[in-house]
């Protein structure tokens, strides 16, 4: 698998914002970590961080994970804001960068 830009993947995720949105009822979304950073390798995962309109399952969570799996070509690690610990949350929140 050819390894993706972090431009073509905020790219996807722009274009797939409606999707989102109505599918998976998210609120927000940005991509965190190796890829924002640069240092992404073949085998990195791709971290992105999400914030739901309500509450979800962890279904709807796990679906949405793989739907972006398939969509990005890319393993995903999908981190709720709602889950973020306070220590490390905030090194995220800096860096993160929305689509």
């Not at 949105?21 to 979304?29: G, L, Q």
Request: proline content about 2%; overall charge positive; charged content about 40%.
């Amino acid at each position: 698998m050819k390894k993706k830009t972090f431009e073509e993947i905020k790219k996807t995720l722009k274009e797939k914002k409606g999707v989102l949105r109505d599918r998976f009822k998210v609120k927000e979304i940005g991509i965190f970590g190796s890829y924002v950073k640069g240092e992404q390798k073949k085998e990195s995962d791709l971290d992105i961080l999400v914030e739901f309109e309500k509450p979800v399952s962890l279904f709807e969570f796990m679906d949405m994970e793989e739907y972006l799996k398939k969509t990005l070509g890319v393993k995903v690690d999908l981190v709720s804001k709602k889950a973020l610990k306070p220590r490390i949350g905030k090194h995220i929140l800096e860096e993160v960068v929305y689509t």
